[in-house]
Structure formats: C-alpha cells, structure tokens
Nanobody
Framework: QGELVESGGGLVQAGGSLRLSCTYS????????MGWYRQAPGKQRELVAD???????NYHDSVKGRFTISRDNAENTVYLQMNSLKPEDTAIYYC??????????WGQGTQVTVSS
C-alpha cells in the first residue's frame, strides 16, 4: 500500500482561508470515493467532504458553502479549499478513501487551528 501525505494546515484567524493538499504515493484513480476527514481534540474522526473519481462531491452540513473538495487524478492529489474558517473547524485534517470500510494507512494529518 502507498502512503498518504497531507499538508497545507496552519494557524489562521476566523474568516480566513487555507488550502489543504493530500498526495498519495500510488494511484488514486483506483479509489472511486476519496475524502477529507477531521478529528478535533476529544472527538471522533468525521468525514467532512468526499469526491468521486468523476468529480461528484458531498459535504458535511457544517462545511457546506465554505469548503470545496477537488482531486487531480493525474497528480494523485486531493485538495480541500477552506474559506470563512471558524474556530470550530480547528482539528487535524486527514484524507483517505471514503464510503468504504477499506482504508489506506492513515497519514500524519495536517493541523488546522482557527483563532477567534
């Protein structure tokens, strides 16, 4: 199995934006659904957005209208554009296969911290 590497997180003020990237060392075209997950301190990991290999997307209600997921199958990369960030978006963000019990080994994630 390949490796997932997330990047692009950081510290931002409320209302700011960040763009996360997740690169896979293998081919993501093999995975129909890819998704971005997040885990806040003391909470379970949750799926915030997913995208099909054809570009169809779904979003958690809490991020609709603010986050945009995209993927570049040729570059084996999944992106998450996050706008109008809120303190409650603070979490470690991960990418992985979505809507399946099959998962790749989790990467280290990227920390997003939104200050009020």
């Amino acid at each position: 199995q390949g490796e997932l590497v997330e990047s692009g997180g950081g510290l931002v003020q409320a209302g700011g934006s960040l763009r996360l990237s997740c690169t896979y060392s293998g081919s993501i075209i093999n995975f129909y659904f890819m998704g971005w997950y997040r885990q806040a301190p003391g909470k379970q990991r949750e799926l915030v957005a997913d995208i099909t290999s054809a570009g169809g997307t779904n979003y958690h209600d809490s991020v609709k209208g603010r986050f945009t997921i995209s993927r570049d199958n040729a570059e084996n990369t999944v992106y998450l554009q996050m706008n109008s960030l809120k303190p409650e978006d603070t979490a470690i963000y991960y990418c992985n296969i979505a809507k399946s019990n099959v998962k790749l080994p989790w990467g280290q994630g990227t920390q997003v911290t939104v200050s009020s």
